[in-house]
């Protein structure tokens, strides 16, 4: 599954629709369109997964009973980006939408009013989460409350969902399988007869062992028929035939998603506050199944409030037997999500200023170049070294020199970069151009990722992720056919490196190079270039609807249309000046 993005009520947007990132995923719009604003929040979300602790606010709000706190979403975190949002007010969006929650006796009235809550949906790896932080835009507050957080492990198809806001829990078995249209009715269905068939056999053979094991097989998926079509209700034993029937009957209803739902009550996982939350929510989850529940005891009270609370209990206690089936999906879910946050890094490149300066100080924190010298020369990648040598390969292209050396004045405070051209001279990387300035730059940066994440042989990874690099203009003072051979910088990383990269781009010869690439790979059919291009191209129009793709035909032109002002706009002046030339008006 490819990692995603989408949110509502941030910043922009009131709804930003949640997109798929490819491989080389460009954003493209103009001015104002929206595009850092889809980095942010994936920036903000990933921030958050990492750092996210319920004992945050235990240490800010020591009044706060821990069971019914909730998470705080910080928009100020700078540990492994500065997203330069702050405040809760800054993140919220300004204009007014629609609340559905606010609405008159005739329920046919809808009000407008400012949104003081936002979504976020994002997909990193197998998992899809979901974030729902509200705060008070009037306060200068640097954080949001966490009111639900909502997990789905798309391998082994269930959700995990804590609501801190109502204080509950659920867990969710859902079905994914759509390319073979198997509906989850048709699953449970099928996981009936299959039980009821092997508890039969095992009656007829009398294997007490394989009877026991087949009974609660049985009573699982029974306990999943009920839970799904809302049926709790003791003493409502249905026959084969009519659980057969019904299963037959919900054939017919479309949109069916869930195989099982069990909405619990909120507890928490006391010993493990100081993990991130993200586990936390698993482990709630996974703690309520093996917990044994206490019974309501009936001294004193009204039979009737005793019987409809011994009704719940015995409710729950079904929902811990189902649920403890499930144990081994719990214990790998976790295991996967601990893996994907030790995996998981975003590497930001920024638009930065280049400078003429002949010797790096990285005593100045601001200084990007400064920074990103430092970062190469700590790694100590040397001539031979495959990251170096991706820096030569690729300045040669960028005709910047056919060699550099750097050298540490004063190790870890003062460098010098030089560069060797093809007479043979030696200048400083100062005395180039602004625009080789700016490549060599992006080329030692990337050199720095790639070692960074090259796969270690000694260390196993579970369905390893590949770190997210997000560039923001990187045509920055290239020359046009210069521009064009970042496309072939960004597919040499993509295919041959496995890098995945979000690139925000005002670059017309970067597109249409990336379509050149695109025709020139030759796909055999719209399947195979769904399956295997590399490029995704989303538009941001100005004027506040939502962002689409482009989507690359086999030709490799697009299907749709950039809005006005990008891929017309050389044609629109062209024009002008044939009309102009043949003394048309």
Same mark, same amino acid.
């Not at 903000?44 to 996210?52: G, H, I, Q, Y």
């Not at 409350?145 to 082994?156: C, Y």
């Not at 206490?294 to 609370?309: R, S």
């Given at each position: 599954?490819?990692?995603?993005?989408?949110?509502?009520?941030?910043?922009?947007?009131?709804?930003?629709?949640?997109?798929?990132?490819?491989?080389?995923?460009?954003?493209?719009?103009?001015?104002?369109?929206?595009?850092?604003?889809?980095?942010?929040?994936?920036?903000?979300?990933?921030?958050?997964?990492?750092?996210?602790?319920?004992?945050?606010?235990?240490?800010?709000?020591?009044?706060?009973?821990?069971?019914?706190?909730?998470?705080?979403?910080?928009?100020?975190?700078?540990?492994?980006?500065?997203?330069?949002?702050?405040?809760?007010?800054?993140?919220?969006?300004?204009?007014?939408?629609?609340?559905?929650?606010?609405?008159?006796?005739?329920?046919?009235?809808?009000?407008?009013?400012?949104?003081?809550?936002?979504?976020?949906?994002?997909?990193?790896?197998?998992?899809?989460?979901?974030?729902?932080?509200?705060?008070?835009?009037?306060?200068?507050?640097?954080?949001?409350?966490?009111?639900?957080?909502?997990?789905?492990?798309?391998?082994?198809?269930?959700?995990?969902?804590?609501?801190?806001?109502?204080?509950?829990?659920?867990?969710?078995?859902?079905?994914?399988?759509? *390319?073979?249209?198997?509906?989850?009715?048709? &699953?449970? =269905? +099928? %996981?009936?007869?299959?039980? /009821?068939?092997?508890?039969?056999? @095992?009656?007829?053979?009398?294997?007490?062992?394989?009877?026991?094991?087949?009974?609660?097989?049985?009573?699982?998926?029974?306990?999943?028929?009920?839970?799904?079509?809302?049926?709790?209700?003791?003493?409502? *034993?249905?026959?084969?035939?009519?659980?057969? &029937?019904? =299963? +037959? %009957?919900?054939?017919?209803? /479309?949109?069916?998603?869930?195989? @099982?739902?069990?909405?619990?009550?909120?507890?928490?996982?006391?010993?493990?506050?100081?993990?991130?939350?993200?586990?936390?929510?698993?482990?709630?989850?996974?703690?309520?199944?093996?917990?044994?529940?206490?019974?309501?005891?009936?001294?004193?009270?009204?039979?009737?409030?005793?019987?409809?609370?011994?009704?719940?209990?015995?409710?729950?206690?079904?929902?811990?037997?189902?649920?403890?089936?499930?144990?081994?999906?719990?214990?790998?879910?976790?295991?996967?999500?601990n893996t994907l946050l030790k995996q998981i890094k975003i590497e930001y490149i920024s638009a930065h200023a280049a400078n003429q300066n002949t010797i790096y100080n990285t005593a100045d924190l601001n200084d990007y170049i400064a920074q990103t010298v430092h970062g190469f020369?700590?790694?100590?990648?040397?001539?031979?070294?495959?990251?170096?040598?991706?820096?030569?390969?690729?300045?040669?292209?960028?005709?910047?020199?056919?060699?550099?050396?750097?050298?540490?004045?004063?190790?870890?405070?003062?460098?010098?970069?030089?560069?060797?051209?093809?007479?043979?001279?030696?200048?400083?990387?100062?005395?180039?151009?602004?625009?080789?300035?700016?490549?060599?730059?992006?080329?030692?940066?990337?050199?720095?990722?790639?070692?960074?994440?090259?796969?270690?042989?000694?260390?196993?990874?579970?369905?390893?992720?590949?770190?997210?690099?997000?560039?923001?203009?990187?045509?920055?003072?290239?020359?046009?056919?210069?521009?064009?051979?970042?496309?072939?910088?960004?597919?040499?990383?993509?295919?041959?490196?496995?890098?995945?990269?979000?690139?925000?781009?005002?670059?017309?010869?970067?597109?249409?190079?990336?379509?050149?690439?695109?025709?020139?790979?030759?796909?055999?059919?719209?399947?195979?270039?769904?399956?295997?291009?590399?490029?995704?191209?989303?538009?941001?129009?100005?004027?506040?609807?939502?962002?689409?793709?482009?989507?690359?035909?086999?030709?490799?032109?697009?299907?749709?249309?950039?809005?006005?002002?990008?891929?017309?706009?050389?044609?629109?002046?062209?024009?002008?000046?044939?009309?102009?030339?043949?003394?048309?008006?």
């Amino acid at each position: 599954m490819s990692n995603t993005i989408g949110f509502s009520n941030f910043r922009r947007f009131a709804n930003f629709p949640e997109i798929n990132l490819g491989n080389i995923t460009i954003l493209v719009g103009g001015n104002n369109s929206g595009k850092s604003t889809i980095v942010k929040a994936l920036l903000l979300c990933v921030d958050n997964l990492l750092l996210m602790r319920i004992s945050d606010r235990r240490r800010s709000e020591s009044k706060s009973p821990l069971a019914l706190s909730m998470p705080i979403f910080r928009f100020d975190a700078n540990e492994y980006h500065d997203v330069k949002i702050k405040e809760f007010a800054r993140a919220i969006h300004n204009k007014p939408v629609e609340d559905n929650d606010i609405i008159n006796a005739l329920k046919e009235i809808k009000r407008k009013s400012l949104p003081s809550t936002m979504t976020f949906k994002f997909t990193l790896g197998q998992f899809r989460f979901t974030f729902v932080v509200s705060g008070n835009r009037d306060d200068r507050s640097t954080t949001g409350d966490v009111e639900r957080i909502a997990i789905e492990d798309t391998k082994s198809h269930v959700r995990y969902t804590n609501d801190y806001k109502g204080h509950s829990l659920s867990y969710e078995v859902i079905n994914t399988d759509f *390319e073979e249209q198997i509906t989850l009715t048709k &699953k449970l =269905l +099928k %996981d009936y007869r299959d039980a /009821k068939s092997a508890l039969d056999k @095992a009656n007829e053979d009398g294997d007490l062992e394989a009877i026991t094991s087949m009974t609660a097989s049985l009573d699982k998926v029974k306990m999943q028929i009920n839970s799904m079509l809302n049926r709790d209700k003791e003493g409502e *034993e249905l026959s084969d035939n009519e659980l057969v &029937k019904i =299963l +037959k %009957d919900n054939l017919f209803k /479309k949109n069916e998603t869930k195989v @099982a739902y069990f909405d619990l009550p909120f507890s928490v996982s006391i010993n493990e506050v100081n993990e991130p939350v993200v586990l936390n929510v698993i482990s709630n989850i996974h703690n309520f199944a093996t917990t044994n529940g206490v019974a309501p005891k009936g001294e004193g009270k009204d039979p009737n409030e005793y019987g409809a609370d011994m009704q719940h209990f015995m409710i729950l206690e079904r929902y811990r037997e189902a649920m403890r089936q499930d144990e081994h999906i719990f214990i790998q879910s976790r295991r996967d999500l601990n893996t994907l946050l030790k995996q998981i890094k975003i590497e930001y490149i920024s638009a930065h200023a280049a400078n003429q300066n002949t010797i790096y100080n990285t005593a100045d924190l601001n200084d990007y170049i400064a920074q990103t010298v430092h970062g190469f020369w700590r790694e100590k990648i040397a001539p031979g070294d495959r990251e170096y040598e991706f820096v030569r390969e690729w300045m040669q292209r960028f005709e910047i020199g056919i060699d550099f050396k750097i050298d540490a004045l004063v190790p870890g405070e003062a460098y010098t970069v030089s560069i060797t051209e093809e007479s043979g001279s030696i200048v400083p990387l100062a005395d180039k151009g602004m625009g080789s300035i700016q490549m060599m730059i992006l080329l030692l940066r990337l050199a720095t990722i790639l070692f960074k994440y090259k796969p270690n042989s000694t260390e196993e990874f579970y369905d390893w992720v590949s770190p997210i690099i997000v560039i923001e203009e990187p045509e920055q003072n290239l020359h046009p056919k210069m521009q064009s051979f970042l496309a072939d910088l960004f597919y040499q990383l993509a295919r041959c490196e496995n890098m995945k990269m979000l690139i925000e781009t005002h670059s017309e010869y970067l597109i249409r190079k990336s379509q050149v690439i695109v025709s020139e790979e030759n796909f055999a059919d719209e399947e195979d270039l769904n399956d295997n291009n590399q490029f995704m191209v989303y538009y941001l129009p100005n004027d506040d609807t939502v962002p689409y793709k482009m989507q690359y035909t086999i030709s490799g032109r697009f299907a749709n249309k950039f809005g006005e002002g990008f891929f017309d706009e050389a044609g629109k002046a062209n024009l002008i000046t044939l009309r102009k030339e043949k003394g048309l008006k």
